[in-house]
């Protein structure tokens, strides 16, 4: 099982990005997926989650800016990024928890490879 992100670079304040994240290989299902973030010397953090039902859950700081979503056809979350602010900066990680097939079922959590988002005038 492979995750593969893309959709980072470098936008201005107040500019918008999307990312999207799929999912490939022997996947039978996929519970939640999030999104994380890292910035130079933080510890990753939680940006937003949404479970195979579409729940949805947020950081506080970027409620009402960010919206992620999911296409289960495809084995693709996205995270559509509004009003983006320089402390948005940071280093993009997808993780999915995935159910996987091997002859037997397995359950692991994934992680993609990053994609880096750089908000700056």
């Known amino acids: 099982v492979q995750l593969q992100a893309s959709g980072g670079g470098l936008v201005q304040p107040g500019g918008s990005l999307r990312l999207s994240c799929a999912a490939s290989?022997?996947?039978?299902?996929?519970?939640?997926m999030g999104w994380y973030r890292q910035a130079p010397g933080k510890q990753r953090e939680l940006v937003a989650v949404?479970?195979?039902?579409?729940?949805?859950n947020y950081v506080d700081s970027v409620k009402d800016r960010f919206t992620i979503s999911r296409d289960n056809a495809k084995n693709t979350v996205y995270l559509q990024m509004n009003s983006l602010k320089p402390e948005d900066t940071a280093v993009y990680y997808c993780?999915?928890?995935?159910?996987?097939?091997?002859?037997?079922?397995?359950?692991?959590?994934?992680w993609g490879q990053g994609t880096q988002v750089t908000v700056s005038s």
């Open positions: 949404i479970t195979s039902g579409g729940s949805t």
């Open positions: 290989g022997s996947i039978f299902s996929i519970n939640a």
């Open positions: 993780k999915a928890d995935v159910v996987y097939t091997l002859g037997i079922r397995f359950r692991q959590d994934y």
